[in-house]
């Protein structure tokens, strides 16, 4: 079995597709919205799809702390590099818990916490 897809449930839709697109480096495949009020956006991340949801129902969204999605990039020096550039200040790490793994956090505009991970 594969995953398909991640499904994140958002406060700030347009705060999210900048995060995702312009920070993180994905594109839109495609959006709908199923009703009034809702919005449904699909990233590429170049492995599974990321599902971006906005309900105007749904204003609590919350993520417990213990939960972070991983990102990997090329080059982790680059990355903070271009993360830095674009007004991201808050990054933990790197932190390397192995010779052939490190990483860093950062907080997507919606709270969750999201890892960038190079592997060596």
Known sequence: MNICWLTIYVNDMEASLKFYTEIMGMSVLHSFSP???????????????????????????TYGKDISVGFETAS??????????????????????TPTVSFIYITDPNGLKTQIVEKK
């Not at 991340?45 to 749904?58: P, R």
């Not at 903070?80 to 818990?97: A, D, N, T, W």
């Open 76 to 97: 982790l020096t680059d990355k903070i590099k271009e993360l830095k550039e674009k007004g991201i200040q808050s990054i933990v790490g790197p932190i390397s818990p």
């Open 35 to 61: 009703k009034s009020g809702m919005e449904i956006y699909f990233l590429n991340t170049g492995s599974i799809q990321l599902e971006l949801i906005y309900d105007s129902e749904n204003k609590n969204i």
